[in-house]
């Protein structure tokens, strides 16, 4: 325990012994670290705070959920110290006085990065800081500027939440109006490829989709026409029996002269029939001249007084019989069209045995087309609507809680304590510098440790002796110490006091 207390001794020794080299060393890193640390530029922050309200009563009726309108936010928070709104802040500043070039815009805007910051304080409230300090500035510069960066950085979050879904839905719109042409163009020639194949290969047959489901379709109308054709012939076949039974006049009781009328109108509806172009084969026709040949008997023989008159129930079954023969004559018509057209199709099938996968092909062909076309009009319409909300209605509402601070007190660096860290960094270099000299001194402080390293005895040591003249040199430098001690902490108090008079003379 001796040892290390005389070893103690020895190197306090030593350092007292250089402690004006010590002294000087300390002053020259102080006076070098507080030149450094006063040329650090004071950093002023500015702050403030913004309320992001979302409307959704309207939003959610075209599908705007409350979570997009987050989403968008959030992008918006995330990009928006982005290079490209940072150029921006640099170029709606007064940084545009500091920079010519587009260069040295992008640099300016990459140090604004590390300045500023974006955060989320709770849910839709956001706060926006900005640390400011430039060298070629004076500190009132710096504190306005930090407040005008905060302000610009309000202005573009704004600006980027009400206009970027504008720009957004324009792209959209755009980029969907150009698929739309496309879309068209493309479907209009599958349908003139799918038109022409029909008008070649299935000519009128019945139906839409498939070359099977459109023959198909023709085979069941004609079954339905063979059912119907039966039905009516069997009807018209009727009605030939009731009209064969039913005369065409009725005999009436009166005067004289009725054999001549009767007559008369039988002759009439005789040429009324051969008008339309019944043959004398035609039971009808045999009908007439029956009773025509009956009815000039009966007046050569000078018959009773009377006269005939048109039956109503003949005229009415012919007008019926009429009616069905035309029905009859439409159905076979339309039923020999399917056969020839069935038949036709059929051969062409021989013909041609991959026409049915090509007709296949082109419909699968424009069904897809058609169902892309029809997906993009109704999501550029859904687009456009929410477009229009967007831009009609207050859907986002943004409020300045917290307008841009004006910063009186500067927030960085912290000069008092990096002058005082200078300072023991300078008391620390002085000592240690001193010690190394006393290690590297070959002479010896005490006899024993000259007795120690030679391994010989000592016989003796004279001390100094200190005249009193000696002694009031000893003192007086002494005193100058003292006072070079007393100075580096005056220089060092009068550094603080200089910085706080700064601090509190910024406006």
Partial sequence: MGNIYQEIQLILHGIWRRRWIALGVAWGVCLIGWIVVSMVPNRYESQARVFVQMQSLLSDKIGVTPLEQQRDIDRVKRTLTSTVNLEKVVRGTDLANTVSTDKEVTGAASGLRDAIKVTEQQENLFEIKAKIGLPGLSDPENAKLSRAVVQKMIDIFVEENLSGDRRETSQSL??????????????????????????????????????????????????????????????????????????????????????????????????????????????????????????????????????????????????????????????????????????????????????????????????????????????????????????????????VIDPPSSPRQPVAPDRPLLMAGVLIAGLLAGLGTAFALSQLNSGFATPQKLAAVTGMSVVGAVGEVETPARQAVTAKRKKMFLGGVAGLGGVFALLVVVDMIQRSGVA
């Fill in 174 to 399: 755009k980029f969907l109006d150009q698929q739309i042409v496309q879309k068209e163009e493309q479907l209009r020639t599958a349908e003139t490829r799918r038109v022409e194949f029909e008008r070649n290969s299935l000519g009128l047959l019945p139906g839409v989709g498939s070359v099977q489901s459109r023959m198909e379709s023709a085979r069941a109308e004609l079954n339905q026409i063979d059912s119907n054709l039966m039905a009516a012939q069997g009807s018209l076949a009727a009605v030939n029996g009731q009209l064969a039974a039913t005369p065409p006049t009725i005999s009436m009781p009166g005067l004289g002269g009725g054999g001549d009328s009767r007559v008369a109108i039988l002759e009439g509806q005789l040429s009324e029939a051969q008008s339309r172009g019944w043959t004398d084969s035609h039971p009808d026709m045999q009908a007439l001249r029956s009773q025509l040949a009956r009815a000039r008997a009966s007046g050569s023989r000078g018959g009773g007084g009377g006269y005939s008159t048109p039956n109503p129930a003949y005229s009415s079954l012919r007008a019926i019989q009429a009616e069905k023969q035309a029905a009859v004559g439409a159905m076979s018509a339309r039923k020999a069209q399917l056969q020839a057209e069935l038949s036709q199709f059929a051969a062409r099938q021989v013909e041609q045995p991959g026409a049915e996968a090509e007709q296949d092909r082109l419909s699968r062909d424009y069904e897809a087309i058609k169902l892309q076309y029809d997906k993009l009009l109704a999501d550029r319409e859904a687009i456009r609507m929410r477009g229009q909300v967007a831009s009609s209605t207050d859907s986002v509402a943004f409020r």
